[in-house]
C-alpha cells in the first residue's frame, strides 16, 4: 500500500497532530474505517503533514 497525503501543510507539529485525532476520533463516531497507520511528517521546508494508509 502507498501512503496517501493530507492536502495542507501546517506550521506546527502541534496543528498537524490534532488532525490526527481527529481523523482517529471522526472514525470511530461516524463509523467510518480507521486507517492502518497515521503519521505527521515534517517536509523539507520545515512544515508538519500528515499522511496515513488506508
Not at 492536502?7 to 496543528?15: A, H, I, V
Not at 481523523?23 to 520545515?46: A, K, N
Request: proline share 4%; aromatic share 18%; glycine share 8%.
Amino acid at each position: 500500500m502507498k501512503w496517501i497525503y493530507w492536502s495542507r501543510l501546517y506550521d506546527s507539529k502541534f496543528q498537524a497532530g490534532c488532525l490526527v485525532q481527529r481523523m482517529e476520533h471522526d472514525s470511530w463516531v461516524f463509523g467510518v474505517d480507521v486507517p492502518q497507520e497515521i503519521e505527521v511528517f515534517r517536509s523539507r521546508r520545515g512544515k508538519y503533514g500528515v499522511r496515513y494508509l488506508p
